[in-house]
């Protein structure tokens, strides 16, 4: 498949930045949602330490309330009285008013406590309280008693069923002047009151919600999400509840009491055997994680899209001396020889450039010095052509003028020895009349020389009109024809039939008739003329031959037979003006082919022509 | 009317034709300006010839400053002269002498042999074929 260089580097260049970019972005997003969930870590757990120290406090405060009043030296005196009064005494109604209405500091609108009660040390009988019905009533077994003679102490929160309020109770030992235990100061704090400890500082979270609960699991405090009253009425049955008490502190991701995702923190406070919990919910902590994650998926995205856009345009600028190139070099293929490429930039398309350029310039020069040798050979064409014009009418006039001028003398050489002998005959003795006989002779001689001088000539003037020739056929008519000229010739001839050349038929007419007549003149002494035409096929050439059985000549000379007027036989043996072969030559060799002969002395002689095939000039003629 | 140039031939021409019919009127001319100069003064200038018109003229080719096509083409050009039979008796069996004289108008062409009986022969039948069977047109 085709990618262009453009597509493949945009591609790559997309691929890589938009996979970093995205890269990037899980990374970022990775270490933000670490953070982000360590600071919501670190912040939940701020907000329990600081929350466990607003309680410790308020709760200090109160039994520091309830130590004070125990050791309020004002009212030692009333309580002593009541003690040493024994049994309750109904009639001691003052010190128990003093008392009462002292202690209603703390149950007033100013305080938490709902009631307090002074306890016989001895038996707990109330002796004296801020709630006079209560006087009379006795608490012995309650441990705010028992421990509460022996130090300050904070009972574990309970529900007083009678108010359906969640109360906790404080006391105190209250002694003597002397250091001697007389009773035991008991406050009940209105647990409600807690939940205002549990509200401070910002509320950076819309589901921040805070409680406390006691060992039993029990709500201490009312959690935001529930309407009804729940305070020491309902058991929390979350995760966090059970891991509040095996590990104290710590924190989850788990589900509340609404079964809702939450991020729970927890911590264990001994001192009052309460756990604090304060939970967010997973929706709203992960909030910030989640716009993050968008943040940096939808600006990986972008990012992305711009990389893909920026790598395409990066690409198409960095492939754009390439395509210009390409460009370039469609043009020069098309003929447009001066184009030539921008050399720009500094790297290996420039150094393509270049190349190219090179190359351009050396075709250039190439065609510039085939152009000149062109014109240079085209020059010297013409030169010879004029030349070889100027000797073929120089030939042409020469052969004219044989013709015309050479024939006339002979004639009137020839004729006037007849016109001699004719009229003046009776006056020329015999000698006389040999000697005419001598001149007429040398004249038809020369007549004959001439004719066939014109024939040389012409067999190699003007063009060759090519066609099929039977040569067997043309052979068959000039041998009859030769044998009527002397028909009491003992005679055979053996003709191949069909041999077919592509020639000029009229030049190998002259060709044949030419090496048949030899033929047939050199057979003339032979006691039976035996001709024989055949053919010898090659790859390229038709070859033909003419065998007789003849005299013969000196292979010795043979090369000397096909110049003009060379002969191998005297006149006296056998007649001939020696321009015969030479003709048979200049025809065969005008065609592309070639003569020669052979013989094997008394054997008689063997002449072979060739003559290109068909199909060998056909594929010359393509070729040109 | 015989137009030849070479004396020899002229005579050789003249010796064969008289052979055959000796009363017949030949003139002779040396080349073509003078063969021309013989007709168009036979012409003159009116309607009618002044003199009689050769009944044939026998003509050679090559020929001292006008050749024998030129004459048989001024021949062929002129009214009078235009049926004149004319027989070109050359030594040229150069195909193009051939052809270019049957393209102007020559009515006959004859080689002339070398060979002297063969010219004896030719002239013979030329003269018995042109001169005593041939008719001209009469003007």
């Given at each position: 498949m085709y990618i262009a260089i453009r597509h493949k580097l945009a591609i790559l260049l997309s691929t890589i930045s938009a996979v970093s970019i995205i890269i990037s972005g899980f990374i970022i997003y990775g270490i933000a949602k670490d953070q982000l969930a360590e600071n919501l870590d670190s912040l939940l757990y701020a907000r329990i330490a600081a929350i466990e120290d607003n309680l410790t406090v308020t709760l200090d405060e109160q039994l520091n309330h309830v130590i004070g009043f125990a050791e309020h030296e004002p009212i030692i005196p009333f309580i002593d009285a009541l003690v040493s009064a024994g049994v309750a005494k109904t009639f001691l109604t003052h010190p128990r008013e003093v008392i009462a209405k002292t202690l209603s500091v703390l149950t007033n609108d100013h305080g938490r406590f709902r009631k307090f009660w002074v306890l016989n040390a001895i038996d707990g009988e109330i002796i004296a309280s801020t709630e006079p019905e209560d006087v009379g009533k006795s608490r012995t077994r309650e441990s705010y008693f028992t421990k509460g003679r022996d130090a300050p102490h904070v009972e574990s929160p309970f529900l007083n069923l009678a108010e359906h309020t969640p109360v906790l109770f404080i006391s105190a030992p209250i002694l003597s002047d002397d250091g001697e235990l007389l009773a035991v100061l008991v406050g009940q704090l209105d647990l409600r009151h807690l939940q205002s400890a549990l509200t401070i500082g910002k509320r950076s979270y819309r589901s921040l919600d805070v409680f406390l609960i006691n060992a039993t699991n029990f709500f201490l405090t009312q959690p935001r999400f529930i309407e009804d009253d729940v305070v020491l009425m309902r058991q929390l049955s979350t995760n966090t509840a059970d891991l509040c008490r095996k590990q104290h502190e710590g924190m989850i991701t788990t589900k509340d009491y609404r079964s809702v995702d939450v991020i729970s923190a927890f911590k264990w406070l001994p001192n009052y055997e309460m756990c604090l919990i304060a939970e967010i919910d997973f929706t709203e902590a992960n909030e910030p994680v989640i716009l993050v994650r968008n943040t940096v998926f939808v600006s990986a995205f972008l990012g992305a899209i711009l990389a893909v856009v920026a790598s395409s345009l990066i690409a198409a600028r960095f492939t754009r001396p390439i395509t210009d190139l390409r460009e370039v070099a469609d043009g020069y293929a098309r003929g447009e020889l001066d184009r030539r490429a921008v050399v720009v930039g500094r790297d290996e398309i420039r150094d393509l450039a270049n190349a190219f350029n090179g190359m351009a310039e050396a075709i250039e020069q190439r065609r510039k010095e085939l152009e000149e040798f062109n014109r240079r050979l085209e020059r010297r064409v013409e030169l010879r052509t004029t030349e070889l014009k100027a000797a073929n009418d120089e030939l042409e006039s020469f052969s004219y003028a044989v013709s015309h001028d050479l024939r006339a003398p002979l004639r009137a050489v020839d004729g006037f020895s007849q016109a001699l002998v004719e009229d003046y005959g009776e006056k020329l003795d015999g000698e006389a009349r040999t000697y005419l006989g001598h001149l007429r002779e040398g004249a038809q001689k020369m007549a004959h020389l001439i004719d066939d001088i014109l024939k040389l000539s012409r067999a190699t003037r003007g063009d060759l009109s090519l066609s099929d020739v039977d040569v067997s056929t043309k052979a068959w008519e000039i041998l009859d024809r030769l044998s009527q000229s002397e028909p009491d010739r003992m005679k055979r001839f053996e003709i191949e039939p069909s041999i077919l050349v592509y020639a000029d038929p009229a030049l190998i007419d002259v060709a044949l008739e030419n090496l048949l007549n030899n033929a047939w003149k050199f057979t003339s002494k032979s006691v039976l003329s035996v001709i024989e035409v055949g053919s010898e096929d090659t790859p390229e050439f038709d070859v033909i031959y003419i065998k007789d059985n003849?005299?013969?000549?000196d292979e010795q000379y043979a090369h000397k037979?096909?110049?003009?007027?060379?002969?191998?036989?005297s006149d006296e043996d056998f007649e001939g003006t020696g321009v015969g072969l030479s003709t048979v030559q200049r025809i065969v060799r005008k065609h592309g082919g070639d003569v020669w002969a052979e013989s094997k002395g008394d054997a008689g002689a063997i002449f072979h022509f060739k003559l290109p095939k068909k199909e060998a000039l056909a594929y010359e003629v393509r070729e040109n | 009317m015989l137009v030849e140039d070479s004396a020899q031939d002229e005579a050789l021409t003249l010796r064969q034709l008289q052979a055959v019919s000796d009363d017949t009127d030949i003139a002779v001319a040396g080349d073509g300006e003078k063969a021309l100069a013989f007709i168009l003064d036979r012409i003159g200038d009116g309607e009618e010839p002044v003199q009689k018109l050769p009944d044939l003229v026998i003509l050679?080719?090559?020929?001292?400053?006008?050749d024998g096509h030129d004459v048989l083409r001024e021949l062929r050009a002129n009214r009078h002269t235009r049926n004149i039979p004319v027989v070109v008796f050359s030594s040229s069996d150069e195909e193009r002498d051939i052809a270019r004289s049957y393209e102007l108008g020559a009515n006959s062409y004859v080689q002339k042999p070398v060979n002297f009986e063969d010219f004896k022969r030719t002239m013979a039948t030329l003269g018995k074929y042109w001169v005593s069977m041939n008719l001209s047109p009469r003007s």
């Open positions: 003849g005299v013969g000549f037979m096909f110049t003009p007027f060379q002969r191998l036989h | 050679d080719l090559k020929l001292p400053k006008i």
